[in-house]
């Protein structure tokens, strides 16, 4: 139980959120899973993480909410005794073209998808560098390199994410803190389940692997970078895109 690894997933209840749950406690961690609102997906993802030896905690927690975000790693900390995993993964779409963009639909998006990652980097990075030991790694996307129609809040929200975390990685690098961005392509989730399937259709032809992405496929690379044989990697913004941004 001693060296166990602990680490805190944000948005774990569903999608990619859930595969990462799952591939750090198959990697030998004990996880604590950040929801929003879905309590019953993130009690799922404890019992199924729990059958892999893992344990678990569920913590409902906003966020894009400063006093939330850390109420929740002192409650982690309290629990598990320290906090070596911090993947944020929370995030959401309000889609529309700019021109018909509300300004709310703007606000939320950023609060949630980069003042989120912001407060939750903010939260464990003391104790990190206190013990000297540490690995953040966040959810991009390929939108936040690209661009994409159609999406300008989640495009710059995603973009903040990469300035942020090359930022960090050089603030945390001489603490033993690595800091890493993943920028997945389409995965089939709850996120990309509402698009229309001409949409989807359409966007086959962009992928030289010409097919959507698996939660699992990020979660790989999500764990494999909070892993100790990652330790000379940082800063860097990782796609797992079936090659569309290359
Ligand atoms: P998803 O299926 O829609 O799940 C979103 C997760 O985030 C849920 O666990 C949700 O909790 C949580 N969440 C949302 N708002 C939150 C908040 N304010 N505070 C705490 N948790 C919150 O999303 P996904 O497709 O797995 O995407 C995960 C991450 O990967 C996101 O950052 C997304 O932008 C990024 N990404 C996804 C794709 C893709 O194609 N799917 C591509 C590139 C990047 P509840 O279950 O409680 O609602």
Same mark, same amino acid.
């Given at each position: 139980m001693e060296n166990r690894k602990i680490a805190l997933v944000t948005g774990g209840s569903r999608g990619i959120g859930r595969a990462v749950c799952l591939a750090l406690a198959k990697s030998g961690a004990d996880v604590a899973v950040n929801y929003a609102g879905k309590e019953e997906a993130a009690q799922q993802t404890c019992r199924m993480c729990e059958e892999l030896g893992a344990r678990t905690l569920a913590i409902q927690a906003d966020v894009a909410d400063n006093a939330q975000v850390n109420a929740m790693v002192d409650q982690v900390i309290?629990?598990?005794?320290?906090?070596?995993?911090?993947?944020?993964?929370?995030?959401?779409?309000?889609?529309?073209?700019?021109?018909?963009?509300?300004?709310?639909?703007?606000?939320?998006?950023?609060?949630?998808?980069?003042?989120?990652?912001?407060?939750?980097?903010?939260?464990v990075c003391r104790p990190m560098m206190k013990q000297?030991?540490?690995?953040?790694?966040?959810?991009?996307?390929?939108?936040?390199?690209?661009?994409?129609?159609?999406? &300008? #809040?989640?495009? $710059?929200?995603?973009?903040?994410?990469?300035? /942020? !975390?090359?930022? %960090?990685?050089?603030?945390?690098?001489?603490?033993?803190?690595? &800091? #890493?961005?993943? $920028?997945?392509?389409?995965?089939?989730?709850? /996120? !990309?389940?509402? %698009?229309?399937?001409?949409?989807?259709?359409?966007?086959?032809?962009?992928?030289?692997?010409g097919r959507l992405g698996q939660a699992e496929e990020v979660a790989a690379l999500a764990a494999f970078l909070c892993s100790e044989q990652a330790g000379y990697i940082t800063g860097q913004v990782i796609h797992v895109d079936g090659g569309m941004a290359m």
């Open positions: 309290a629990q598990f005794g320290r906090l070596d995993i911090l993947v944020c993964n929370a995030g959401i779409t309000r889609d529309n073209l700019l021109m018909r963009m509300a300004e709310q639909d703007f606000d939320q998006v950023i609060a949630t998808n980069l003042k989120g990652v912001w407060n939750c980097m903010k939260a000297r030991w540490g690995r953040i790694v966040s959810m991009s996307s390929v939108v936040g390199v690209a661009g994409n129609a159609g999406q &300008v #809040n989640y495009a $710059a929200s995603k973009a903040g994410v990469i300035g /942020m !975390t090359k930022s %960090l990685a050089r603030e945390l690098g001489s603490r033993g803190v690595t &800091v #890493n961005a993943i $920028a997945p392509g389409f995965i089939e989730t709850d /996120m !990309t389940a509402v %698009l229309p399937e001409n949409i989807k259709e359409g966007l086959l032809g962009s992928i030289p692997l």
